[in-house]
């Protein structure tokens, strides 16, 4: 989901079922995406990328989906967990260099 | 572990006020960024900087804003004269390699609330 301004959009699931979360960038363009973990009082945390030549990518209990026809990245963790509980968002670079453009980000509530 | 630390924690200034935002990367990084996200928004990238130079900088990078890696440790952020929009968190960041697939680690920030 997406939101601009104050209300970020929020996830709830119970911990132990799956999460996937959604993102759609800007440019078809971009080549490279991140997702960042961002707990509260912290900074970004990369979790998992992804290049634009590949569809699907998986890290530990992590796996990031690409769909560039639609320009639509996914999010989907495995059992999560209470740790997990989180804003996500995903960035997106446009040029290879270091300017990324980030989301607005999704707020992951792990439900006991 | 090693990570980027951030001081202060929060900073508030009056309109007008020059402001320095400091950042000890990790140690053996030769990469820093810093970032800004206003409350509620985006995390938007400012500029990045290696070998005592700026690399990029966004349109937010104005002149108003410097960067310096005065010593073997710090790196800061300078913004000469606040104003009310630049209340926002400042993220430091720090990565070992460049290009964009270099993993940035990202400091704690420091929230800057300007009055």
Not at chain 1, 18 to 35: E, G, L, P, R, V
Not at chain 1, 91 to 104: I, T
Not at chain 2, 10 to 33: A, D, K, W
Not at chain 2, 83 to 107: H, I, N, P, V, W
Request: hydrophobic share 30%.
């Amino acid at each position: 989901g997406e939101s601009v301004g104050l209300h970020l959009p929020t996830l709830s699931v119970q911990e132990g079922d799956n999460s996937i979360i959604n993102c759609a960038y800007s440019n078809s363009a971009s080549d490279y995406f991140i997702w960042y973990k961002q707990e509260s009082g912290k900074g970004p945390q990369f979790i998992i990328d992804i290049r634009s030549n590949m569809d699907k990518r998986q890290g530990q209990r992590v796996t990031v989906l690409l769909n560039k026809t639609v320009k639509h990245l996914s999010l989907q963790i495995a059992a999560t967990q209470p740790g997990d509980s989180a804003v996500y968002f995903c960035a997106e670079n446009l040029d290879y260099g270091q300017n990324f453009v980030f989301g607005p980000g999704t707020r992951l509530s792990v439900l006991p | 572990e090693p990570e980027v630390t951030q001081t202060p924690s929060h900073q508030v200034t009056q309109m007008g006020q020059e402001v320095i935002l400091r950042c000890v990367p990790i140690s053996n990084h030769l990469y820093f960024y810093w970032y800004r996200q206003i409350l509620g928004q985006k995390v938007e990238f400012l500029v990045s900087f290696y070998n005592n130079e700026i690399s990029e900088k966004s349109e937010i990078f104005d002149d108003q804003f410097s960067v310096e890696r005065p010593d073997g440790s710090n790196f800061t952020l300078k913004i000469r004269s606040t104003k009310l929009e630049d209340s926002a968190m400042y993220f430091c960041a720090s990565s070992g390699t460049r290009g964009a697939s270099s993993e940035q680690y990202f400091g704690p920030g420091t929230r800057l609330t300007v009055t």
